[in-house]
Nanobody, 126 residues
Framework: QVQLVQSGGGLARAGGSLTLSCVVS????????MAWFRQGTGKEREFVAA????????DYSDSAKGRFTISRDGAKNTVFLQANNLKPDDTAGYYC???????????????????WGQGTQVTVFS
């Protein structure tokens, strides 16, 4: 069983930065996938970024590319999302997710992930 505990987030001015963290406990493999999703009020859950645990292959949504960076620290079993140049449209609840297997075609689908963090709010004001 994998458990995910998130921290970080909060308030940020447009153009500012925030870092989200997700500590992973339980069994995780080189083939495992980790991802960040977000969900705004009244909106569907949206893919932000994903990383393959072992090799560190990264994938991003178009809106995140160039502004957000996903990374992992194997020694600390932690996944990070560094969010730079934040925009009001980035306001949402952000969720960390884990899968036992990183699907190179469907990594952006919430249904690929069996384990989820508790969520953390990011609010960007102009």
């Amino acid at each position: 069983q994998v458990q995910l505990v998130q921290s970080g987030g909060g308030l940020a001015r447009a153009g500012g930065s925030l870092t989200l963290s997700c500590v992973v406990s339980g069994r995780i493999f080189d083939r495992s996938g980790m991802a960040w999703f977000r969900q705004g009020t009244g909106k569907e859950r949206e893919f932000v970024a994903a990383i393959k645990w072992g090799v560190g292959t990264e994938d991003y949504s178009d809106s995140a590319k160039g502004r957000f960076t996903i990374s992992r620290d194997g020694a600390k079993n932690t996944v990070f999302l560094q969010a730079n140049n934040l925009k009001p449209d980035d306001t949402a609840g952000y969720y960390c997710a884990a899968s036992d297997y990183y699907d190179e075609y469907f990594y952006c689908r919430p249904s690929q992930y069996a384990y989820w963090g508790q969520g953390t709010q990011v609010t960007v004001f102009s």
